[in-house]
């Protein structure tokens, strides 16, 4: 995105959250705000009408509710990535807005800096999703599920030893420096193999390795 702004749809149904997000994100370089939606509704619209490379996505809305418009962005359009807000970093709908394909969540009463980090984040294709809510969040699939998910262990054997390694590094939240640490290889080889866990298992993101590593039971609390 060299010299591009990143462009960003604000969804949120108050209208001091979408403007107070709207000036700040406009303030920050590299990041410029390109429309508003006032319910999932009206989001799935301007993402057909502005293709925007981020969506905030509030959860709870009228019409649509934040977790029905992430799924039904994420299937049409691959090149929009979620980025949730969320009052509370235990909102118990923030499991099902990952599962939906969100490539993370921000809470709403996140700096400035914290906003414009997030969307660049999510805009990379990385996961927003710090360890202590990764963490939260393998208890809560924990709790969801109680034996591995048939598709997630079927696919898994398609991987190798090494790319399952990764795959449950990635879901404890591990950086992929951070994971060519642990392994002791080199932070390119280790690119090289999130690149083809993500091809092998049809996935978008991290995050969606994550909450596929979760699923597979790769990933279990402590």
């Not at 960003?8 to 939606?37: C, H, K, T, W, Y």
């Not at 019409?63 to 049409?76: C, F, K, P, Q």
């Not at 991290?206 to 596929?212: E, I, M, P």
């Amino acid at each position: 995105m060299t010299g591009q702004p990143i462009r960003v749809l604000i969804v949120d149904d108050q209208m001091m959250v979408r403007e107070g997000f709207s000036v700040l994100l406009n303030a920050m370089p590299g990041i410029e705000v390109v429309g508003e939606a006032v319910n999932g509704r009206e989001a799935v619209a301007k993402v057909a009408e502005l293709m925007p490379d981020v969506v905030l996505m509030d959860i709870r809305m009228p019409e649509l509710n934040g977790i029905e418009a992430t799924r039904e962005i994420v299937a049409a359009y691959a090149d929009s990535k979620v980025l949730v807000l969320t009052t509370f970093d235990l909102d118990e709908y923030v499991y099902q807005a990952l599962r939906a394909g969100a490539s993370g969540f921000l809470l709403k009463d996140a700096s400035a800096r914290q906003l414009a980090d997030g969307v660049r984040v999510v805009a990379a294709g990385e996961a927003l999703l710090a360890p202590t809510v990764t963490r939260r969040l393998i208890t809560e699939f924990s709790k969801l599920s109680q034996a591995p998910r048939a598709p997630a262990l079927a696919q898994i054997g398609e991987l190798t030893e090494r790319e399952t390694e990764v795959l449950a590094l990635i879901a404890q939240g591990l950086s992929n420096a951070e994971i060519a640490t642990h392994l002791m290889v080199a932070e390119s080889t280790i690119k090289t193999h999130v690149s083809r866990v993500l091809v092998k298992l049809g996935l978008r993101d991290r995050t969606q390795a994550a909450v596929f590593a979760y699923e597979a039971r790769l990933v279990t609390p402590s």
